[in-house]
């Protein structure tokens, strides 16, 4: 069954540290949320475990990133699973195109 977004509670915030990997009670743990809806956010693709299995799975910094934000989308705008996962991979592919444009401006700079 879907969470009622005004069931989840505020993200808190901290510092991630993506080498160290975090098992699906941590994750949960770490953004304030039940294992069913991270679960469900694995089988919409919108974040991947390392495992096979449930029990063994574990999660990077990346995950837990996109874990709070998926939550704020659902919680501040309604926003459903897919709508999600497709708001995250496009403001993925933008913060890449902008890398992309400031490594060409700065290429240009110091030719120039």
């Known amino acids: 069954m879907p969470m009622n ?3 989840l509670p505020l993200v808190h915030t901290g510092t991630i540290i993506e080498d160290d990997p975090l098992t699906l009670a941590e994750l949960c743990r770490a953004c ?4 069913d809806w991270v ?8 974040i991947e475990p390392d495992g096979k299995e449930i ?3 574990h999660f ?10 998926a939550l704020r989308l659902q ?3 309604g926003i459903n699973l897919a709508g ?5 991979d496009l403001v993925e592919e933008l913060e890449k195109l902008r890398t992309q444009l400031n ?3 700065n290429f240009r700079k110091h030719k120039a």
């Open 5 to 7: 977004p005004k069931d």
């Open 32 to 35: 304030g949320v039940h294992a």
């Open 55 to 57: 029990h063994l799975w």
């Open 60 to 69: 990077s910094g990346e995950s837990l990133v996109r874990v709070r934000s």
């Open 39 to 46: 679960i469900s956010l694995v089988e919409e693709g919108i």
């Open 75 to 77: 919680r501040d705008l």
């Open 103 to 105: 490594q060409t401006e």
């Open 84 to 88: 999600i996962g497709l708001a995250l």
